[in-house]
Structure formats: C-alpha cells, structure tokens
C-alpha cells in the first residue's frame, strides 16, 4: 500500500467552526488530491497540489482553502464549516509518470 | 449529462457468475481508471489503461477508444467481489480525474 495517512479519520464539529484536515505521505509524490464524496455526486476535486506552494482548484472549491509547505503534507481547511461540508473527505497521491492515483482511508466529516 | 456515465447503479449476482460492468465518457481522455471501494470506505486502484485490455486475477478491464467506452468485467464472482466499483477518467488536458457515480456489486453465496 502507498503511504498515505489522513487525520484525524473521523471529526464532528459545529457550524461555523474552523476546520483542518491533513494528509500524509511517504512516497515523495508530486501531485496530492483532495476529494469530497457523498451520496448521489461521486468523487469531487476540491483541491489539487502540483508540487510544494502550487495547489490548484477543483471543482468544488467553494469554502474550502489548502496549503503545501512540503512535499509530505498537504493541508485542508474549513474557514467556516457548513452543514453542506458535512461528507467523507478522501486524499489521494500520484507521481509524475503513470498518473495512477492512490487514496487515503478517508476522513469522515460531520458539521452540525 | 454528466462526462462519465457508469451502468448499472446497482448489480446483484450469485456467487460464480460473470459480471460486466460499463462505463461511458463524453471527453477525450488519457487514461481511464477504475478503482474498487469496500465497504469499509477505503479505495483501491484495480487498472488504469489508456487502450486494449487489462486483467489482474480475475479482473478484466477493456477499454474502446473509438466509442469512449470502457467495461470492466469479474468472472466467477465471489462474495469478497462485493464493493462500490468506481470508473474515473484523466482528460487529455491534464492530471485530474473526473469520476462516474459507481456501480455497487453484491454477489450473494
């Protein structure tokens, strides 16, 4: 298995709150992901990273804010959790051949 | 319509029978995927092709560029088989992936 931590895996906070969740990995990968998915949407992209300090959006970046200050951690915020956050949240990592994507064990997410 | 179109939403089987599912895109792509998600939640990337046919076990995966068409197929299904299977494709463009709605298996003993 690919070296990727997510934490925490399971938070439930209130609306309004700031929220942080973190990915991890080991492998020296240059692309990092992160994913919401919820029932009846799939997987989305909120946020991608394509090396250190260069991060990208995805497709529902809305209230959402990421950083990268190294190549292992790849950071995702919450300013102000809405109940519309509440999803499991997925990281993912690939390198810059084959493109194959790994994933996370996911961060279950409640906002009430 | 959305750009990756997955059939069927559901499927159920009994234990031994062969299973196919499909997948459709609208874009041009690079390489298609599909992943396997347990019901634990945590996903696992089964093939990745970007033309012709893939197998892994029991796992066949074909892809048809032409028809922007993918189908992954399961011979002799187990119980162990039953999971969400996910078809996500890689535009020509770029290094995202945009991903179907998946198709949940359960194979019956």
């Known amino acids: 298995d690919a070296g990727i931590t997510q934490s925490p895996r399971h938070k439930v906070t209130e609306t309004g709150t700031p929220v942080t969740l973190r990915c991890h990995q080991t492998e020296n990968h240059r692309y990092m992901y992160w994913y919401r998915q919820d029932p009846g949407h799939g997987l989305r992209l909120i946020h991608y990273s394509y090396g250190v300090k260069d991060t990208d959006k995805g497709e529902v970046s809305d209230g959402y804010s990421v950083s990268r200050s190294k190549t292992e951690d790849f950071l995702l915020t919450l300013e102000s959790a809405t109940s519309s956050q509440t999803s499991v949240y997925f990281c993912a990592i690939s390198g810059t051949s084959g493109y194959e994507q790994y994933f996370g064990p996911g961060t279950r997410l409640t906002v009430t | 319509k959305n750009e990756v179109e997955q059939s069927p939403q559901n499927l159920t089987a009994q234990e031994g029978e062969f299973i196919t599912i499909n997948c459709s895109y609208s874009v041009g792509i690079s390489a298609l995927h599909w992943l396997q998600q347990h019901p634990g939640g945590g996903i696992v990337s089964l093939f990745m092709?970007?033309?012709g046919k893939k197998k892994h076990g029991r796992l066949i995966a074909t892809i048809n560029i032409q028809e922007k068409h993918s189908s992954l197929h399961i011979t002799a299904s187990h119980p162990r088989d039953s999971a969400v299977y996910i078809c996500?494709?890689?535009?020509?463009?770029?290094?995202?992936?945009?991903f179907g709605g998946g198709t949940r298996v359960l194979v019956k003993p």
């Open positions: 996500a494709v890689r535009s020509s463009a770029g290094n995202k992936l945009t």
């Open positions: 092709l970007s033309s």
